[in-house]
């Protein structure tokens, strides 16, 4: 009887185990791996699923002009997708970090999603809010084009360049519509003076960046919001800059400069003006290095900056739909002025314009460098950028010196000067202008009576009605009687610590060789 296997006969089933396996491990093998990519397969399918679910809820942020980049990260905050649904089975159950690209056509209401693995970072700019940036994606619109700064000029980029704006560092975005003029975007945000609220004495000013329009940023701040300048007295406020009319904004764009004009502007550098400025003929240009557009009345610079939504020369067509341009108002002029004054912008006083020709973007050699017949500094230079809100190229300039800026913002006490020379804000939505009550009409009363204002850089930063008392000691002159409008900045011809961001005086719109202008751009729908 034989007993176990001769040595050939292990040797033979040795070799057919051997054969066996040959023939079996690479099918185990790719079985598994199909089973892996049939998992990552419908891993993309339920991240699609979500984006869509995400996409019919927020079809408002979509538009045909631009897709849509939707990181998962974001899925997972907004709670359409669950953490351990991205994971990776082809990569150890690794987290997947990839984006679904949107495109959306309105006419059809159909969408189309597309997975891009591993991009993410690359693509920044997540519908209104940027994810990675902790702030509002700056809004665009057919016409105007992101633009960054690199190797001595601007460049075009998109939307989704990551090194387009960095409020962190002090970078904030930059667009240039077809015909030239640059703006700078605004991000909404919440205020806190939590030192130096109606004093002589400047301090940072505390700045958080809503979320889309949501102040309270995720529940994590609590918002004062009476609508009086004393809600930012070491609370947590909402700035009014950003609720236009009926419209919450997500950001506003300033123009960079103080408006030129297509045309040649023949205002004299003298106290006198030549009629042929005073038109709403003419069309604003937003350069620098031109001669600032001044000698036009309140009304009428109110006028052309309201026909600029509907003039192709911008790129934007002429029907005005998804857009509105107009004069600045107080309190735009004072979220500039904020932000400037926060982390993310110079932090310090910005340098005066000193150019006794009024030449946009110029700076001395000083924070109050003598007058300069020229440009002594233009912007893009190391001593120019010092004129800048953030103290680089990226900022808004001509805000302290140059020319006096009109901004729409008046007393409330119809005056009969306004049916002269502010004729077209007075008829106009009152969204364009800043009204300011009036009790008795003189300028201490109607400082005490701006307390019930904020945002506006006027009484939430200085200390009294007269003299050098706002921040870094700038000119303090309230409006009052035929004198009903605001005026900001200070002029080129303004020495000692009177221009500055937070300077303020009073005027009766009247055309002035040394008031000039700057209009807002607001993007969005229903606009």
Known sequence: MRKGFTLIELLGIIILIGIIGLIAVPAVTNLVQSSKERMYDNQVAMIKGAAKKWAVQNVNELS??????LSIDKLIKEGTIQQNDVKDPRRGNQNMNGCVVIEFDKNYKSYQYQYIEDEC???VSVGEYNENKKVNSPKIVTGLTPVKWEDGTWVETTENDPEWYDYDNKKWANARTKDGSMWVWIPRYVYNISSGWH???EAPIDIRFSIITDDTIGGTTTIVNTGKANDSNGTWTNHPAFTFGDKELTGIWYAKFEATAREDVESKTSWGCYNSDNSIDKHVKIIPNANSWRCIFIGNMFTVSRNMETDDAYGWGTSGEGIDTHLAKNIE???AAYLSQSKYGKMEEVWRNNSN???TGCAGTAVYGASFAGCQNTYETLDGQQASTTGNITGIYDMSGGSWEFVSGHLDNNHPVFTTWAKSIIDADPKYSD????TVDSALTNYENSKNLKGDAVY?????KDGETSWYGDLAWPHEKDNAWYLRGGFWNDHGGDAGLFHFAQNDGDRYSYFGFRPVLVV???L
């Open 64 to 69: 045909e002009s631009k897709p849509v980049f």
């Open 121 to 123: 970072t690359l693509l």
């Open 199 to 201: 004093q002589q004495d």
């Open 333 to 335: 002029w004072g979220a």
């Open 357 to 359: 020709i009024y030449m």
């Open 435 to 438: 009204l300011y009550p009036v």
């Open 460 to 464: 939430e930063t200085s200390s009294s």
């Open 524 to 526: 969005g729908d229903g």
